[in-house]
C-alpha cells in the first residue's frame, strides 16, 4: 500500500515537473513570436512614414522640374506598388518577406532618381521645403534600416529556441513557424543620397 502511494506521489511529481517544463517552454515561445511581431509592426511603421513623405515630395519637385514627369511617375507608381504588398506577422513566410522587400526597394530606387534630378535645378536644391523634406526622408531610411536589424535580431531568437532541443519538440507540437529574414539587397538597403554635408534628420 505504502509503495503504491509513493509510485503515485513520484509520479505526480514527474507530471507536475513535466507541466512546468512545457508551459515555460511554450510560454516562452510564445513571447519570443510576439516580440517578432512587435517588431514587424516597428519596420511596418517607419515604411509607412516613408510613404507618407512622398507626395509631398513629389509635389515638391513637380513644381521646379516638370519635365521630369517619367521619374515623378516612377515614385508614385512605386509607393502605389509597395501599398498593395501586405504581410501577416503570425503567418509571415520568406515568399512574402521577399516580396514586400522587392517591393519597398523599387520605392528607394525610385527616391534615389528623384532625388538625383535635383542636381539638374538650382532652386529646386535651394527650396527649404525641398531641403526639409529631404532630411526627413534620410532620418526615415536611417529609422528603416534600425527596424529591419531589430527584426531580424527577434526573428534570429525566436528561430534559434524553436530549433534548440529540447524546445523545438514544444514548437513541433504547437506550430510554431520559422520566421523569415530581411535580406541584403543591392541598393534595397542603401538610404536614397540626400547628404547635405550635415548630420541633420540623422
Not at 515555460?24 to 516597428?42: F, I, T
Not at 521630369?68 to 509607393?79: F, K
Not at 532541443?165 to 510554431?176: D, H, L, R, V
Request: charged fraction near 30%.
Amino acid at each position: 500500500m505504502k509503495k503504491g502511494c509513493i509510485g503515485l506521489i513520484v509520479l505526480g511529481v514527474i507530471a507536475l515537473a513535466l507541466f512546468g517544463w512545457v508551459k515555460g517552454a511554450y510560454n516562452g515561445l510564445v513571447a519570443d513570436q510576439e516580440s517578432v511581431e512587435k517588431a514587424w509592426g516597428n519596420v511596418e511603421s517607419q515604411y509607412q512614414r516613408r510613404a507618407d513623405l512622398i507626395p509631398n515630395l513629389v509635389e515638391t519637385v513637380k513644381g521646379y522640374a516638370k519635365h521630369e514627369q517619367e521619374t515623378l511617375e516612377g515614385v508614385i507608381e512605386a509607393r502605389a506598388n509597395a501599398t498593395k504588398v501586405t504581410i501577416d506577422p503570425t503567418n509571415m513566410t520568406a515568399e512574402d518577406l521577399k516580396k514586400y522587400q522587392a517591393a519597398q526597394g523599387d520605392v528607394t530606387n525610385a527616391l534615389s532618381r528623384l532625388i538625383a534630378v535635383s542636381e539638374s535645378y538650382p532652386d529646386l536644391k535651394a527650396n527649404e521645403n525641398f531641403k526639409d523634406l529631404q532630411q526627413q526622408l534620410e532620418s526615415t531610411e536611417n529609422r528603416i534600416n534600425k527596424a529591419r536589424d531589430d527584426f531580424n535580431e527577434e526573428a534570429k531568437t525566436y528561430d534559434t529556441k524553436r530549433r534548440t532541443f529540447p524546445t523545438n519538440i514544444i514548437a513541433s507540437i504547437f506550430g510554431f513557424e520559422e520566421k523569415p529574414y530581411f535580406q541584403a539587397q543591392e541598393g534595397a538597403d542603401k538610404a536614397p543620397k540626400v547628404d547635405f554635408g550635415t548630420s541633420e534628420g540623422k
